[in-house]
């Protein structure tokens, strides 16, 4: 069963509007991590936000905001004022446990953005 | 100064041969991770070292072998490459915490091409 569902396989918006990509995951552990990576076309992985289990806001970073919502487990990645360079790829991401106190992150398949002008 | 590289960053070979992805990082993290990102992108951990130490080991062929010399380098050897290990493969780095913000580094990717 997949641990990290991400529903939308690509998603369009207007340059300056706001975008709400969608992550869901899965998990019995009570401590875990939620990450969100950022992909442009040129292929590298960059960290945008993180939010843990316990923490009790919502994080936020610059123009990335991350909707955590609990009970329904889920985590999606907000964007407001979108802009042309925010066209990429979209990973969310879970550190789950890995036997002992060894970690791993479970990605899900991603969201394609594409920022219109 | 980068903080996770690899090379090289692409890599054309021949079915059957043997090659190497070497990684580096100047983060003094403890942990190194290879993860394989297949043509649809999905991005999937293969290998897990801490300290020199092998900690996670994914379904991977045996055909893939990482090493780490020490803890700032962990490399990838593939023995008798095979069309479908054709692929992006990622380094990542992090400090080892239980709790908190173990935020991943990855290095800029290799581009796998098996002919």
């Known amino acids: 069963a997949q641990k990290i569902t991400q529903t939308q396989p690509g998603m369009f918006v207007q340059e300056k509007e706001a975008v709400t990509l969608d992550c869901t995951y899965d998990?019995?552990?009570?401590?875990?991590?939620l990450f969100w990576y950022k992909q442009p076309s040129s292929g590298e992985m960059i960290f945008l936000i993180y939010?843990?289990?316990?923490?009790?806001q919502n994080a936020t970073e610059g123009r990335y905001s991350l909707n955590f919502q609990k009970a329904r487990k889920s985590a999606n990645l907000v964007i407001s004022a979108s802009q042309l360079g925010d066209s990429a790829m979209y990973f969310c991401a879970m550190r789950e446990r890995s036997g002992g106190s060894n970690y791993k992150l479970t990605f899900g398949k991603g969201t394609l953005l594409t920022v219109n002008p | 100064d980068t903080a996770v590289s690899q090379t090289p960053k692409y890599l054309v070979t021949q079915m059957g041969n043997d090659k190497s992805i070497k990684c580096e990082q100047n983060l003094g993290h403890d942990t190194m991770y290879w993860y394989k990102q297949d043509s649809k992108k999905f991005l999937k951990i293969m290998f897990s070292y801490n300290n020199k130490e092998l900690i996670i080991n994914e379904t991977v062929p045996n055909r893939f072998s990482p090493k780490s010399p020490d803890k700032a380098h962990l490399n990838l050897h593939i023995n008798s490459l095979e069309l479908g290990d054709s692929a992006v493969y990622f380094c990542?780095?992090?400090?080892?915490?239980?709790?908190?913000?173990?935020?991943?580094?990855f290095g800029p990717g290799t581009r796998l091409t098996v002919l």
């Open positions: 998990t019995s552990d009570p401590s875990y991590g």
């Open positions: 990542a780095s992090s400090p080892r915490l239980r709790q908190g913000n173990n935020e991943q580094f």
């Open positions: 939010q843990g289990s316990y923490d009790q």
